[in-house]
C-alpha cells in the first residue's frame, strides 16, 4: 500500500511541476485562525500531496503494530504444520523401512503438531504399530478409521493385512468382501477374493469374480483373459476323468471355452484336443494342435497330435508330425520333432542330420537322449554311450517335465491348478510342479550297456563330428605318481576293459 502510495505521489507531483512549468501557476490562499498563507497553486497542490502520503504510511504502521498478534499466531501455526508435516514424512519412512520405535515416536509427534492432517496421523500410528510388531494396536488404529468415511478403505486394507499376519484367513476374507463391496475398483480386494476361491478350489466362483472385474476395469482385458483361460482348463481337468457322460461333455465345453480365449495355451489346447479325439473328432482336435504349434510349441502338443490317429504305419506318422514341424520350422520344438519325425520313419540319414541341427542348444536330458537315440539308430554305438554319459548328470527341460512317465500332459494337483491359474493370469507363464517336486518323466535315454566294445566306430565318431573324444584305458594318475613297485613277474597281461567316458570328458 506504502509502495502505491508513493508512486501516485511521484507521478501527481511530476504532472503539477509541468503545469507550474508550462505557464501561469495561480494563487492559492489558506486563512485559519486569522493566519493566511499564499502559495501557488502547484505548491499547494504538492503540500496536500504530501500530507496525504504521511497519513498513509501512518496508517499502515499503525495497522501494522495492530496486526502484530496476529502474524505471531500464524506465524505459530505454520512452524507447527512444518513441523506435523516432517514428522509425518519421516514417520512413514521409519514404517516403510521397519524402525518401528522411531516410527511410533514419530507418529506421537505428528499427533501433537499435524492437527489439520487427522487422516495421516492415524495411518501413520497404524503402520508404525505393524511396524513394531504390535499388531493389537495396528487392529486398534485400523479399527478407528472405520468410523470415518474417507478412511474406510484404507482401515479395512490394514485390518486384512493383520488378520493374515495372524493367521485368521477367515476374517481377513470378511475384511476384503467388505472392501470389494464398497469400492469396486480395489483390486486388493478383488485379488484377495479370488485367491481364496482359488485356495478353495472354487472355479465357478473365481470365474464370476474375474469376470466382473474385466467388466469394472478392475484388471486388463489381457490379464482377464489369462485368467479365465487358466481357470476353465483347470475346471476341464477336474470333470475330465469323471464317470458321467455329462460331465466328460462340460469338460469338452469348458477346454473349448479355454482355447477360444487363448488358443496358445498349452494345457487347455491339449485337453481340448484329448476330449475331442475321445468323442470321435479327430480332425478338429488336429486343428486346435497345430494353430497352437503355430504360436507357442510345446511338447505336449506333438505328442497329443502323435496319438490322434492309431491306425498309420509308421512312414505315415513321420510324415504327419512333418507336416505339424514345418509350420514353424525355426523353433527349437520343431528341430527336436524333426529328430523325432525322423527316427519314427526309419529314416537315420535325416535323424543324423536333424540331430546335428541341435548341436548349438544347450544339453538337457532330453537332448542327450535323443542324440543318443539318433547315434545308436546310425550304428554308433559308442558315441549313444557318451550321450547316455552326458545326459546323466545334463539338467530337465522344464517343459518335457509337464508330462508324466506313461507320457499323460497336464495330470496336475488342485493346488498346482490354482498356481498356475495365478502366474499365468499375471504373467502370461506356465509353471512346471513335476520339475520342482523333481517327478519322473518319459525317459528319453536308451537303455544300452555301460561298457566300450572293442572296436573303432568310438573313434570313428568323434572323427565324423560328434566331438566325442577318445580315453585312455586306464585314466588313473600318471605313471611318474604312482609308489614304486617291485617289478612283477613276466607273465602275459590279462585282457583289459575299456572304461566307460566321464559326463566331463564326453561329447559337448
Request: charged residues 25%; hydrophobic residues 50%.
Amino acid at each position: 500500500m506504502i509502495r502505491t502510495s508513493v508512486v501516485l505521489f511521484l507521478v501527481a507531483a511530476v504532472a503539477v511541476a509541468a503545469v507550474a512549468l508550462a505557464g501561469d501557476a495561480g494563487v492559492a490562499s489558506l486563512i485559519w485562525r486569522g493566519w493566511r498563507v499564499d502559495m501557488t497553486a502547484a505548491a499547494a497542490a504538492l503540500l496536500v500531496l504530501f500530507v496525504s502520503l504521511l497519513a498513509t504510511i501512518f496508517w499502515s504502521f499503525l495497522k501494522w503494530l495492530l496486526e502484530a498478534p496476529q502474524r505471531a499466531a500464524r506465524a505459530t501455526a505454520d512452524s507447527r504444520r512444518k513441523q506435523g508435516g516432517e514428522a509425518l514424512a519421516r514417520g512413514f519412512l521409519a514404517a516403510a523401512a521397519g524402525d518401528g520405535s522411531e516410527a511410533r515416536r514419530l507418529a506421537q509427534k505428528a499427533a501433537e503438531l499435524a492437527d489439520e492432517a487427522p487422516a495421516l496421523v492415524r495411518v501413520l500410528a497404524a503402520q508404525a504399530a505393524e511396524a513394531a510388531g504390535d499388531l493389537p494396536a495396528a487392529k486398534a488404529a485400523y479399527s478407528a478409521m472405520l468410523g470415518f468415511p474417507d478412511m474406510r478403505l484404507a482401515g479395512l486394507k490394514g485390518l486384512m493385512q493383520t488378520a493374515l499376519a495372524e493367521g485368521d484367513n477367515a476374517a481377513a476374507l470378511r475384511h476384503a468382501q467388505s472392501a470389494y463391496g464398497l469400492a469396486k475398483t480395489a483390486r486388493w480386494a478383488w485379488r484377495a477374493l479370488v485367491d481364496s476361491r482359488l485356495e478353495a478350489g472354487d472355479w465357478a466362483a473365481a470365474l464370476d469374480l474375474v469376470q466382473g472385474a474385466q467388466e469394472r476395469k478392475v484388471v486388463s482385458p489381457l490379464v482377464a483373459d489369462r485368467t479365465r483361460a487358466a481357470l476353465l482348463a483347470a475346471s476341464a481337468a477336474s470333470l475330465e476323468n469323471h464317470s458321467s457322460e455329462r460331465m466328460r461333455g462340460q469338460a469338452l465345453e469348458f477346454a473349448l471355452q479355454s482355447v477360444k480365449l487363448k488358443p496358445d495355451f498349452a494345457p487347455g489346447v491339449v485337453m481340448a484336443a484329448r476330449l475331442l479325439a475321445a468323442d470321435g473328432k479327430a480332425s478338429r482336435a488336429s486343428g486346435l494342435l497345430e494353430g497352437a504349434w503355430k504360436s507357442v510349441p510345446h511338447p505336449a502338443l506333438w505328442l497329443a497330435y502323435r496319438d490322434l490317429r492309431t491306425d498309420e504305419t509308421p512312414r505315415e506318422r513321420a510324415k504327419r508330425l512333418g507336416a505339424l514341424a514345418a509350420l514353424n520350422p525355426k523353433a527349437r520344438e520343431s528341430r527336436v520333432l524333426a529328430v523325432e519325425q525322423a527316427l519314427i520313419g526309419g529314416e537315420v540319414g535325416a535323424a543324423r542330420e536333424a540331430a546335428r541341427s541341435l548341436a548349438d542348444e544347450p544339453v538337457t536330458q532330453r537332448l542327450a537322449g535323443l542324440q543318443a537315440r539318433a547315434a545308436n539308430a546310425a550304428g554308433a554305438v559308442d558315441e549313444a554311450r557318451a550321450w547316455i554319459a552326458r545326459g546323466a548328470a545334463a539338467p530337465q527341460e522344464p517343459d518335457w517335465s509337464d508330462l508324466d512317465p506313461e507320457g499323460r500332459a497336464f495330470d496336475y494337483r488342485p493346488e498346482d491348478w490354482t498356481r498356475l491359474v495365478a502366474v499365468y493370469g499375471e504373467t502370461g507363464e506356465l509353471i512346471h510342479p513335476r520339475l520342482e517336486r523333481r517327478e519322473r518323466t518319459i525317459n528319453d535315454l536308451p537303455n544300452l550297456p555301460v561298457s566300450y566294445v572293442e572296436s573303432t566306430p568310438f573313434l570313428a565318431a568323434a572323427e565324423a563330428g560328434a566331438a566325442v573324444m577318445p580315453i585312455p584305458d586306464d585314466p588313473g594318475v600318471p605313471d611318474y605318481a604312482r609308489p614304486p613297485q617291485d617289478d612283477p613277474p613276466p607273465t602275459s597281461p590279462p585282457p583289459r576293459r575299456r572304461r566307460l567316458a566321464s559326463p566331463t570328458r564326453a561329447a559337448k
